[in-house]
C-alpha cells in the first residue's frame, strides 16, 4: 500500500475548477515531482493535501487514514509537513523562535531539543544566525528556514512548493543538495518544482499536471528524455 494515496481529487475556486479529478500515490521514502506549467494545479494540489483548501471530491488516504477533510494542523500531527510557495517564515521573529513555531504540535521538549540540534546540523547557517530577525535573512537563507520550521514536526512526509523559486544558482544547488539529504535520512518528499530538470533530476517518480489533469507519470528519469517533457518544460 502507497503511503499517500490521492483519489480523483476535484477542487473549485469558486465557479472554476481548478482540479479535475487528479490521481496519484506516493510510497515511502519516495522523492515525488510534480511538475507543470503556471496555473496548471500545481499549488493547489498541494494546499489540498495538507489542509488547506476542501476538495469537492475525491479522497486523500495517508497511512490507510482518510485525511480529506481533516483541519491542517491535524495533518501535521499525522506527519505531513507543508514548506510553502514564497517560504513565508515570520518575518519579525527570530531564526529560533521560527523554528519552535514548527514544532507547535510537539508535547515532548526532549524531542523538540533533539529536533532543534538536528535542524542546526543540516542547516549551519541558522545556527549562526539564531537570534537574528527572519526578516533580515537572504532568500536562500529564509528558504532554508521554511525547510527547518518543517523537519520540526518530525515529518513522515515533506511537501515542498517550489523550493528554488528566486534564488540564485549556488542557492539553488545547495537547497535540491539539502532535498537530497533529508530524503536520504528516510523522510519522504512531495516536491513541486518549476526548475522541472532539477526536479527531475532528484526525484524517482513523477507526475506531469496540466491544466488540472495529470497527463503523463512516470520515472523520472525516462521523463527527462521524453522529447515532449523536453520541449515544454526542460527548454530543449
Known amino acids: 500500500m502507497a503511503m499517500l494515496?490521492?483519489?480523483g481529487l476535484q477542487v473549485y475556486y469558486g465557479v472554476i475548477q481548478a482540479l479535475k479529478g487528479v490521481s496519484f500515490e506516493v510510497n515511502q521514502g519516495e522523492v515525488i515531482a510534480l511538475i507543470g506549467a503556471n496555473g496548471a494545479g500545481k499549488t493547489?494540489?498541494?494546499h489540498t493535501l495538507t489542509g488547506l483548501l476542501p476538495a469537492k471530491q475525491g479522497s486523500i488516504i495517508f497511512e490507510g487514514k482518510d485525511i480529506t477533510k481533516m483541519p491542517a494542523h491535524k495533518i501535521v500531527e499525522m506527519g505531513?509537513?507543508?514548506v510553502p510557495e514564497g517560504r513565508r517564515v515570520f518575518a519579525q521573529l527570530s531564526v529560533y523562535e521560527n523554528l519552535i513555531m514548527g514544532a507547535y504540535t510537539r508535547k515532548d521538549k526532549k524531542e523538540i531539543e533533539e529536533n532543534l540540534n538536528k535542524v542546526y546540523q543540516r542547516f549551519p547557517r541558522l545556527k549562526e544566525r539564531k537570534n537574528q530577525r527572519a526578516g533580515t535573512l537572504s532568500g536562500g537563507e529564509q528558504q532554508m528556514l521554511a525547510m527547518g520550521r518543517a523537519l520540526m514536526s518530525n515529518p513522515k512526509m515533506i511537501v515542498m512548493d517550489e523550493p528554488s523559486m528566486g534564488l540564485s544558482p549556488i542557492f539553488v544547488n545547495e537547497i535540491?543538495?539539502?532535498?537530497?539529504?533529508?530524503s536520504a535520512s528516510g523522510t519522504t518528499v512531495l516536491l513541486v518544482e518549476q526548475n522541472a530538470k532539477k526536479?527531475?533530476?532528484i526525484a524517482d517518480r513523477a507526475y506531469v499536471l496540466e491544466t488540472g489533469n495529470i497527463v503523463l507519470s512516470g520515472d523520472a528519469k525516462?521523463?527527462?528524455?521524453?522529447?515532449?517533457i523536453k520541449k515544454a518544460y526542460l527548454g530543449e
Open 222 to 228: 525516462e521523463l527527462m528524455n521524453d522529447d515532449s
Open 80 to 82: 505531513i509537513a507543508h
Open 199 to 201: 526536479a527531475l533530476s
Open 44 to 46: 493547489t494540489t498541494l
Open 5 to 7: 494515496e490521492v483519489n
Open 176 to 182: 535540491f543538495d539539502i532535498i537530497e539529504k533529508v
